[in-house]
């Protein structure tokens, strides 16, 4: 068992990713993004294998060197990690323990059904992680291989956590070397105020947001929906053939409840999605609403 400490994520390093790995095809469609990433990021990558209690530990880890051999044939190194205990904590603390920069993940395993958003492992990834989250959801597999990433669609619903995708997204894209498209979607009920009122508010708050692209170095445009924001997404998200959606699933609410716009985007992005960790540093200028005009 992998022992617990305490590294809270101080930042995008983006120097080493996690890939879990469960033996399935399903879990192996995460190959083709880390591929992809190897080129912009040039990682340190961990393959693990968390082996249950009464499991063979020796086929798991004769399983992750066949996938390290697959790997090294497009001149990609990785290093093979089996470990023992339950799977999510054990993985977790396995991204605290070695610094980890990304974990990089399916959000469906072995057993999981694609009517789900995602497994249970995945799900208790998502939900604690204390790294951010590089999830290819169901519908994203048909898609993934050969992938290359020109634009990633950053989305944020102008609230604090909504916000937290931001640091994120700004230094995965600049290492990459992709462009972005930042979104905010207005509501599209009345909320006792005009709609003019709440789409300069929009305005000022993406302006706030592009500092931290501008001081990236990260092309950045910005858009404004009005609507409902998993439609709205998703339109967008087709409309300009992004590569890679980044956003807090857990915005505008505790949880990635059924149901809420999380869920909703987990089931049905066709992209992989970037995820913040639970925690993030405070995004200077971001979250605060009504600043002067």
């Known amino acids: 068992m992998v022992e617990r400490s305490g590294h809270p994520w101080q930042g995008p390093e983006w120097d080493s990713l996690l890939v879990p790995l469960?033996?399935?095809?399903?879990?192996?469609?995460?190959?083709?993004?880390?591929?992809?990433?190897?080129?912009?990021?040039s990682p340190r990558i961990l393959l693990a294998r968390v082996a249950p209690p009464g499991a063979d530990f020796q086929l798991a880890r004769v399983y992750l060197d066949q996938v390290a051999a697959f790997l090294a044939t497009d001149g990609i190194e990785a290093d093979p990690v089996a470990v023992s205990g339950p799977i999510p904590e054990t993985l977790i603390a396995l991204a605290t323990e070695q610094k980890i920069s990304l974990i990089a993940m399916t959000t469906h395993g072995r057993l999981t059904s694609n009517m789900l958003p995602f497994g249970p492992v995945a799900e208790q990834i998502i939900r604690t992680s204390p790294v951010p989250v590089l999830a290819v959801p169901a519908l994203a597999?048909?898609?993934?291989?050969?992938?290359?990433?020109?634009?990633i669609l950053v989305v944020t619903d102008g609230s604090e956590a909504g916000d937290s995708i931001v640091p994120v997204a700004a230094e995965f894209s600049r290492r990459i070397g992709t462009e972005v498209l930042l979104l905010q979607v207005t509501p599209p009920e009345d909320t006792g105020r005009g709609e003019v009122?709440?789409?300069a508010d929009a305005e000022d708050h993406l302006d706030r947001l592009l500092v931290s692209f501008e001081n990236s170095r990260v092309p950045t445009d910005c858009?404004?929906?009005?609507?409902?924001?998993?439609?709205?997404?998703?339109?967008?998200?087709?409309?300009?053939?992004?590569?890679?959606?980044?956003?807090?699933?857990?915005?505008?609410?505790?949880?990635?409840?059924?149901?809420?716009?999380?869920?909703?985007?987990?089931?049905?992005?066709?992209?992989?999605?970037?995820?913040?960790?639970?925690?993030?540093?405070?995004?200077?200028?971001?979250?605060r609403r009504r600043l002067p005009r």
């Open 197 to 199: 009122e709440v789409r």
């Open 223 to 287: 858009l404004i929906r009005r609507g409902d924001p998993t439609q709205e997404i998703l339109r967008v998200l087709s409309e300009k053939d992004a590569g890679l959606l980044a956003l807090n699933p857990r915005s505008g609410g505790s949880d990635v409840a059924a149901g809420s716009v999380g869920w909703e985007i987990l089931l049905s992005a066709d992209v992989p999605l970037l995820l913040p960790p639970v925690r993030v540093p405070q995004l200077a200028g971001a979250g």
């Open 22 to 41: 469960d033996g399935s095809a399903s879990a192996e469609h995460i190959l083709p993004t880390v591929k992809a990433l190897s080129g912009g990021m």
């Open 141 to 151: 597999r048909d898609r993934i291989d050969g992938v290359s990433i020109r634009t």
